[in-house]
């Protein structure tokens, strides 16, 4: 189907802008809508013809809802601010250009600017939307490199795709490190996650700044108490049973690696919850001048 170009202005919008595809009446379609979410920032809702539907902020190019028959499997913390001054604590932040801490601010900047609506589709009755990110004046002024960055959302009747491209627009090479830091919403005693078996694990806990190697040798991860850990080289689909009833597959292309973290009691008012489980590119990614980078999300509820 062809795509459905959209345009969107900075300022607060006075009224909703739909996109539709409506041969039938009486009958369910997939849109995509822009409108107002919390603190008057601009927001897409997705909706598919099976009823799902998923919520993108501009701000932080963040997903803070994905819903599969009215139950949201994303989670958005209770602290989250939702007035473009700070990342929006929940749902699927970008971490990028750096992921953790580092020489520049921690996770980066992809997830405290404003991302630009480049436009909506429908491809088989699924809703897509297609947002952009290319380097400003913030960005240049602790990461001093003339980049684009494009973000798909595409959503399915039990599957949410994000596709993410990097590209080197400068005239020399740089390097970054990125993730998705996804938050699922969980009851964290309940909650497990299999498929890592194996991998070579750094363990955050004891010291952040200085990480414990090791290997993960547990069919089924849980998160007992305070978890932050990074798998490498991960494998390409993990499950996770997140102790509310559903199953969900996380697969991914090109996302080499997997974090898992839950605060415990450092976020007692949330922890119980949620989980975080989140793929990652640990190991920097080098591009040269028009060079890109792709990296592919699929999360599917049973």
């Not at 028959?69 to 989250?80: M, Q």
């Not at 290319?134 to 994000?162: N, Q, V």
């Not at 078996?197 to 040798?217: A, I, R, S």
Request: with cysteine; aromatic share 10%.
């Amino acid at each position: 189907m062809a795509a459905l170009s959209m345009t969107w202005s900075c300022s607060p919008l006075t009224s909703s802008k739909f996109r539709r595809v409506n041969r039938y009446s009486g009958m369910t379609f997939a849109s995509v809508k822009s409108t107002e979410g919390l603190g008057n920032l601009p927001k897409v809702v997705l909706t598919s013809p099976h009823g799902s539907e998923a919520e993108l902020y501009l701000f932080g190019a963040c997903v803070t809802s994905w819903k599969v028959d009215s139950k949201d499997l994303l989670f958005v913390r209770p602290d989250a601010v939702f007035n473009g001054q700070k990342p929006i604590s929940g749902g699927i932040p970008h971490c990028f250009p750096q992921f953790g801490p580092g020489p520049i601010q921690q996770h980066g900047f992809g997830r405290n600017v404003n991302w630009s609506l480049v436009s909506s589709e429908n491809v088989e009755e699924k809703p897509v939307v297609t947002v952009e990110l290319r380097d400003g004046p913030y960005s240049r002024a602790m990461w001093d490199y003339s980049f684009h960055a494009l973000y798909k959302i595409t959503l399915d009747k039990k599957t949410l795709s994000t596709e993410l491209i990097v590209k080197n627009t400068d005239n020399k090479p740089f390097s970054f490190t990125t993730a998705l830091h996804t938050y699922f919403s969980a009851s964290v005693t309940g909650a497990s996650v299999s498929g890592l078996k194996g991998c070579k694990t750094l363990n955050k806990v004891p010291d952040p700044t200085n990480p414990v190697e090791g290997k993960e040798e547990r069919d089924v991860v849980t998160f007992p108490g305070f978890v932050d850990c990074v798998y490498l080289d991960a494998p390409s689909e993990l499950q996770l049973d997140n102790g509310l009833g559903d199953k969900i597959s996380i697969k991914n292309t090109n996302w080499s690696d997997a974090v898992l973290w839950n605060p415990h009691l450092t976020m007692e008012q949330s922890y119980k919850d949620f989980v975080c489980v989140e793929n990652a590119k640990i190991g920097t990614v080098q591009l040269e001048p028009e060079q890109s980078w792709t990296a592919v999300q699929h999360l599917t509820v049973a």
